[in-house]
């Protein structure tokens, strides 16, 4: 088993920034990619960003690349998501999630674990 942690949520304005931290612990041996997803009020939970815990580009979502970063500290087993220039349209429950395997995938059907949720909100 893989816990997880994501901490960094809460309420900012539009145009400003916000970063995201979700920490790892019990099998962290196990990780091959960490991803952030999100879900707002009434809607599924969608794919933002993911990265490998080798080698490989970082993966995103259309409706964030350029804004977010995703990256991760290996030795703390921790990864961020560094969200800039957020939008209303951003607002939603921030969701960790790791995958066993290598490939970074968008479905949801294809991680293993999953962490609580840290809450965005961005006010117009």
């Known amino acids: 088993q893989v816990q997880l942690v994501e901490s960094g949520g809460g309420l900012v304005q539009a145009g400003g920034s916000l970063r995201l931290s979700c920490v790892a612990s019990?099998?962290?041996?196990?990780?091959?990619?960490m991803g952030w997803f999100r879900q707002a009020p009434g809607k599924e939970r969608e794919f933002v960003a993911a990265i490998s815990w080798g080698y490989g580009s970082p993966g995103y979502a259309d409706s964030v690349k350029g804004r977010f970063t995703i990256s991760r500290d290996n030795a703390k087993n921790t990864v961020y998501l560094q969200m800039n220039n957020l939008e209303p349209e951003d607002t939603a429950g921030y969701y960790c999630?790791?995958?066993?395997?290598?490939?970074?995938?968008?479905?949801?059907?294809?991680?293993?674990?999953w962490g609580q949720g840290t809450q965005v909100t961005v006010s117009s």
């Open positions: 999630a790791v995958r066993r395997g290598g490939k970074i995938v968008t479905a949801m059907s294809g991680y293993d674990y």
């Open positions: 019990g099998r962290t041996y196990s990780i091959g990619v």
